[in-house]
C-alpha cells in the first residue's frame, strides 16, 4: 500500500511497462548519481549491474559529463543496451571474474565512483580496489536478506579516504513542494 504522497495520478493510455521503472529505478539510479555523488564532468564512473537502476545511474553519468564511464554486469544483453546508451566500456564477470584487474585496465588511477546497483557483496568489497583515493562508493542495491553482512577492507578505505555511502532514492524536493 502507498501512501497519498507517493501516489501519481497518470493518463491511462501511459502503458505501466513505461510508468513502472519511473517509480523506483530511475529516480534511484539516476538520483543517485545526479544528486547524492554529483560527479564533476570529466569524472570517471563504475556502474555494478545492468538493470534498471543501474542503467538510469549510467545515464546519470553521461547527463553529468563523466568521461568514462564502465557498466558491469553478466549478461551480455545488457551491457550492449548500456553502450547503446552511454556507457564508454563494459565488463562482463563471465567472461573477465578479475574485476579489479579489468577496471584497472581501462581505469589505471581507479574510478572515481563506483555506484553498486547489484547488490552482490562477492563484488562489492573487491570493487574497492578498483576505487580511485578519495573515491566514492554509493550503496545502492538492496542485499539478499536484511541481516546480510558486507566485509570491507577497513584499512585501505581509511588509508586512501575513500568514501562509502548508502542512497534510498536519492530525489530532491521541497517539502513545500508536497503541500496543498
Not at 548519481?33 to 542503467?55: D, T
Request: with cysteine.
Amino acid at each position: 500500500m502507498a501512501g497519498e504522497r507517493s501516489a501519481v495520478k497518470v493518463p491511462k493510455d501511459v502503458p505501466l511497462a513505461i510508468l513502472g521503472p519511473l517509480g523506483c529505478g530511475i529516480q534511484t539510479g539516476a538520483g543517485t548519481v545526479m544528486n547524492g555523488l554529483r560527479p564533476q564532468a570529466g569524472s570517471s564512473l563504475v556502474v555494478l549491474g545492468a538493470g534498471s537502476v543501474g542503467l538510469a545511474a549510467l545515464l546519470g553519468a553521461v547527463v553529468c559529463g563523466c568521461s568514462t564511464i564502465i557498466a558491469v554486469d553478466r549478461i551480455e544483453a545488457r551491457l550492449a543496451f548500456a553502450r547503446s546508451i552511454g556507457a564508454t566500456h563494459t565488463i562482463n564477470t563471465d567472461l573477465l571474474p578479475d574485476l579489479v584487474a579489468a577496471i584497472r585496465s581501462i581505469l589505471p588511477r581507479g574510478a572515481d565512483y563506483v555506484v553498486d546497483c547489484a547488490g552482490v557483496a562477492q563484488l562489492i568489497g573487491p570493487v574497492l580496489g578498483a576505487l580511485a583515493p578519495l573515491g566514492t562508493l554509493g550503496l545502492v542495491a538492496l542485499p539478499s536478506a536484511v541481516d546480510r553482512k558486507l566485509e570491507l577492507p577497513w584499512f585501505s578505505v581509511l588509508n586512501s579516504g575513500q568514501k562509502i555511502q548508502g542512497f534510498v532514492e536519492a530525489i530532491r524536493f521541497r517539502i513545500s513542494s508536497f503541500r496543498r
